[in-house]
């Protein structure tokens, strides 16, 4: 018994001790919960007086800035106003006549539940938030059509709690004193919708030359996805990406029930182009004198996301120059163009510091009109390529000197039965890499890159701002994948002419947000891309480029008086379009220059609209160096432009041409075997060439003259040569007309040569070179001006005599040998050499001074033996 009772006072005590064990648990979950809920209760009070703050020190509701877009202003580099974006004139559409369909289409891509709430979706917020907690603040906005009133219309474009505070009470009183279809309505014609387009109606008839009324199903839902990215989604510049927008909100359209999946199908097989106004058909919405460079500012405001903060009103401080731009924009609107529809495109960026000073678009330009050539476009650069791509890394990794020594010699693309060519279907054997890349060589090209190796190449062009995902060998030559912009090829080139230093092309300095005193700064941090020795040294050859020397490609870009380097670039057409366009073997695409001195970087390309319509005279491919030498050398007038200086990085010296190893030029090695190249310190050779080594040089031809023979209408030359005994020497005859490129016209055993039918007025430059084996002699040149025959004069014949009538068309055409393409064909009986460049453009050898053709098919995996072989022009 006495156990038992003891049993249950175990019991007892036990329970006891259990029911404490569980008391302090209760008691801190009461706690813990009475705690979470006074934060709570804080937070909320805290929240509260923070959300009176804004409220109270938020804007007041003004009608005038609710209905009218709010002016954005645009500063050049001296801080002045140059263009005031938001005064357009604009269409102002009634509520009541904006059709119902647009209404859906808007509706039900920005604020489906707009006629539901009062100024606040709650639902769209709640996913918002849980957005945000997953992703990170900002990363989803939930705003309704009257809170994007409010923000375009009181507010800067900034995601912090004090707007977004400020946004919401704004927009529940916006509700209050105005109806659902008033805040519409002044969301419908305040909006931004492209470039410089406000408002729905503006666009209609801006983008299809129709009332709203008049819209199909599939045009109103383009322009209803376009104010969310209003310049990415611009039609008429990216139909692409416009048509992905199109497709969503039709898609949205159909899912809220506005339209059937039929209509949305329908809708959705249109093509994007069609009922869009022809280019021809666009009125131009210009208040700028600047309308190229404003367009690319607005490019880059929508690349940083900023493109919607001009509705709300921003000062965009801009590195615009506008003395350059005025003789950029004179430049391409000159009498400089050969044809009436040829294209350029042009960037002019300061080398120091990357910032975009001038941009020319286009012949013509206004915004709004197609493309902006110096930045829409990306283009295969051709052989403007080979400095950034193959000699640049070269020096950078292989500490190569300009004297370094490759063969010109019949090669094959890795693993097919591909040939390079050079544009004179010619290898000329041991050369440096200095002469290979003035006279635009394809094999010591491809040679460089595949001693540099891919990866060192694609890291090279990646701090040149250059993106490629691959490198291969045709890239060597600019004839693969790699696609650049003028803008694009101007930055890269200017970080040689900065001692290595890159700074990405921008057009913006800063922002500065309504509330003046909120900025942001656009200006790009500078960075190495290469060494300094490698900056001079790629330079240094590409004076060369534009330098006198035999073979040089871009001497008609020359400035004198200014340091200038440079190189020429161009394309070619792949078998298959020459087939399927039915183009002259002369044919070539795009023809580019970029060059700089030590104050501008300047990039120019041309070509057609139309890749169907060819380059095919020498006029074409020379444009891009005239449009370069003619703003280079007003852009740089009334201003000191330093030369490149050589950095203590970089020594020189004489070499043996030829050697390879390289070798030192002796005391008596004569003139013509040695050149002056630069080496990176530390890496000049050691041996010095020996006597037995030296070679007698070959002597030029001499007493070269030049006579015109007035009666054959033909320039004869005559000269002399001393060849040595035993050697069997012929020479190269080339001409250069009116200061351009030198061309070879042939090679003959004679002393003798007869240039057939040369242009009154023009002035003709030839030049004679000794070849004899494997070595050439300096050239002779002599200079012959035709002196432009005086107008005959004008009879008029008496009145008994009969004029006979002109020749018809049915007339031999032997006897009209002058046909409206200005292709003069010789006589088939004519024993005259005539190989007249400007007389048969498309007979005639292809000149020196123009850049090899590439083939823009070629990859490493399609290498099929077709009609275009790479580099068959210079």
Excluded: C
């Excluded at 813990?32 to 959300?51: C, D, E, N, P």
């Excluded at 020498?618 to 003619?630: A, G, M, S």
Aim: aromatic fraction near 8%; hydrophobic fraction near 30%.
């Amino acid at each position: 018994m006495g156990q038992e009772i003891n049993s249950r006072e175990q019991r007892r005590k036990m329970q006891e001790q259990q029911k404490n064990q569980k008391k302090p648990m209760k008691v801190w979950l009461k706690r813990l919960f009475i705690a979470v809920i006074s934060v709570g209760i804080v937070i909320f009070i805290a929240g509260a007086i923070v959300f009176a703050y804004y409220a109270a020190t938020a804007p007041e509701l003004d009608e005038e800035l609710l209905k009218d877009p709010v002016s954005s202003q645009f500063f050049d580099s001296n801080g002045k106003v140059f263009y005031t974006m938001g005064l357009e004139k604009r269409e102002h559409v009634e509520y009541e006549d904006i059709p119902e369909e647009m209404r859906d289409a808007i509706l039900a891509t920005e604020d489906v539940r707009f006629f539901k709430h009062h100024g606040i979706d709650f639902y769209r917020l709640g996913g918002a938030l849980l957005a945000n907690l997953r992703h990170g603040f900002g990363a989803q906005g939930a705003s309704t059509l009257t809170q994007q009133v409010i923000k375009n219309s009181f507010l800067q474009n900034e995601k912090t709690i004090k707007r977004k505070a400020q946004e919401a009470y704004l927009a529940i009183q916006l509700e209050r004193e105005y109806s659902k279809e008033e805040i519409f309505e002044m969301y419908f014609n305040k909006v931004l919708m492209s470039g410089r387009i406000y408002g729905y109606g503006t666009a209609s008839k801006y983008f299809y030359g129709k009332e709203l009324k008049d819209l199909k199903l599939e045009e109103k839902a383009l322009l209803a996805g376009m104010s969310q990215l209003p310049n990415s989604y611009n039609p008429f510049k990216y139909p692409e990406y416009a048509e992905k927008r199109r497709n969503t909100v039709l898609g949205l359209m159909y899912q809220h029930k506005k339209i059937t999946k039929e209509q949305m199908e329908a809708a959705k097989k249109v093509d994007i182009e069609v009922g869009l106004l022809p280019e021809n058909k666009r009125k131009t919405v210009a208040a700028s004198k600047y309308d190229a460079f404003i367009d690319v500012v607005l490019k880059e405001l929508a690349e940083n996301g900023d493109g919607k903060s001009l509705e709300e009103g921003i000062n965009v401080y801009t590195t615009l120059n506008t003395s350059a731009q005025k003789i950029v924009e004179s430049a391409m609107n000159s009498d400089l163009f050969p044809t009436e529809d040829i294209q350029s495109g042009m960037a002019v960026v300061n080398t120091e510091t990357g910032a975009i000073e001038a941009i020319g678009g286009g012949r013509n330009y206004g915004p709004e009109r197609g493309l902006n050539y110096a930045e829409a476009i990306k283009n295969q650069p051709g052989s403007a390529m080979k400095p950034l791509i193959d000699y640049g890394p070269a020096i950078e990794n292989l500490k190569w000197s300009t004297g370094q020594t490759l063969t010109d010699e019949k090669m094959f693309y890795t693993g097919s039965s591909k040939q390079i060519n050079n544009y004179d279907k010619l290898y000329k054997g041991d050369m440096t890499i200095r002469e290979a890349l003035y006279n635009s060589r394809n094999v010591p090209a491809v040679k460089t890159l595949k001693a540099v190796g891919a990866d060192n190449a694609k890291k090279f062009i990646n701090n040149l701002g250059v993106e490629a995902d691959e490198i291969h060998e045709p890239d060597a030559i600019g004839g693969g994948k790699i696609s650049l912009s003028p803008i694009e090829m101007a930055g890269a080139y200017a970080a040689f002419g900065n001692n290595g230093i890159y700074t990405t092309p921008h057009s913006i300095k800063k922002i500065v947000y309504r509330d003046g005193k909120t900025a942001k700064s656009y200006t790009p941090d500078p960075t190495p891309a290469m060494s300094d020795f490698t900056a001079y040294m790629v330079t240094d050859m590409l004076r060369d480029v534009v330098g006198t020397k035999y073979g040089a490609s871009g001497t008609t870009a020359a400035v004198p008086g200014i340091d200038i380097a440079g190189k020429t670039g161009t394309t070619n057409y792949g078998a298959d379009e020459f087939q399927k366009y039915n183009l002259p073997d002369s044919s070539v695409p795009d023809s580019w220059f970029a060059g700089y001195s030590s104050k501008y970087s300047i990039s120019v390309w041309s070509g057609y609209k139309n890749r169907k319509d060819p380059i095919t005279t020498n006029d074409e491919r020379l444009l891009p160096q005239r449009l370069f030498k003619t703003v280079m050398q007003q852009i740089s007038d009334n201003t000191t432009t330093p030369n490149f200086k050589k950095p203590n990085s970089v020594v020189e010296a004489k070499i043996v041409k030829g050697s390879n190893p390289l070798k030192l030029a002796g005391s008596n090695t004569p003139a013509s075997m040695t050149s002056t190249e630069l080496f990176v310190k530390g890496t000049i050779p050691t041996s010095t060439a020996p006597v037995e080594e030296e070679k007698k040089e070959l002597a030029a031809p001499s007493d070269l003259k030049a006579s015109f023979d007035e009666e054959a209408n033909a320039i004869n030359l005559s000269w002399s040569h001393k060849a040595p005994k035993d050697t069997s020497v012929s020479f190269e005859v080339s001409v250069s007309v009116d200061g351009r490129g030198s061309q070879k016209l042939t090679q003959t055993n004679d002393m003798t040569y007869t240039y057939a039918t040369p242009q009154d007025g023009k002035t003709y430059v030839f030049s004679i070179v000794a070849v004899a084996d494997d070595e050439k002699s300096e050239a002779a040149t002599t200079s012959i001006q035709i002196q432009a025959s005086p107008p005959d004069e004008e009879i008029t014949p008496p009145e008994e005599i009969e004029v006979p009538e002109p020749p018809t068309e049915t007339e031999d055409p032997a006897d009209n040998q002058n046909g409206d393409n200005g292709n003069e064909k010789p006589n088939e009986n004519d024993n005259t050499n005539n190989e007249n460049p400007s007389d048969n453009d498309n007979n005639a050898v292809k000149p020196e001074d123009e850049e090899e053709e590439v083939d823009t098919n070629a990859t490493d995996d399609d290498f099929s033996n077709d009609k275009s072989q790479t580099g068959n022009l210079e």
